[in-house]
Nanobody
């Protein structure tokens, strides 16, 4: 059984929107910090957005500079679901998007792929000009 399952990818034109979801099927869901990564053809995987919520005083949300103001990461704790709302999509946003999880959550490495050890299978996002 896959522990992280992405959905919601597809093809859109530049300027359009998509919403990705990731079903998080792990025990003690609230002890994980979660993130979205993407990999474009011929490029290395890069961090897109990360979210960490423990208490009102212990939480953060981080975004890659390239998506700030356009993408929003969120958690639905009732449904154990991580989401990524992507607006104003551009062709350079094309790639396979992955959901990832880890239990040690230092903010300095929030968008560093090797610090995550649970990964989904990915969902394709294609943005045409």
């Amino acid at each position: 059984q896959r522990l992280l399952v992405e959905s919601g990818g597809g093809s859109v034109q530049a300027g359009g929107s998509l919403r990705l979801s990731c079903a998080v099927r792990v025990d003690t869901y609230s002890t994980y910090c979660l993130a979205w990564f993407r990999q474009a053809p011929g490029k290395e995987r890069e961090g897109v957005a990360s979210i960490y919520i423990r208490t009102s005083n212990s939480n953060y949300v981080d975004y890659a500079d390239s998506v700030k103001g356009r993408f929003t990461i969120s958690l639905d704790n009732a449904k154990n679901t991580l989401s990524l709302q992507m607006n104003s999509l551009q062709p350079e946003d094309t790639g396979i998007y992955y959901c990832a999880a880890r239990r040690a959550c230092p903010r300095a490495s929030a968008l560093v792929g090797p610090t995550y050890y649970l990964w989904g299978q990915g969902t394709q996002v294609t943005v045409s000009s």
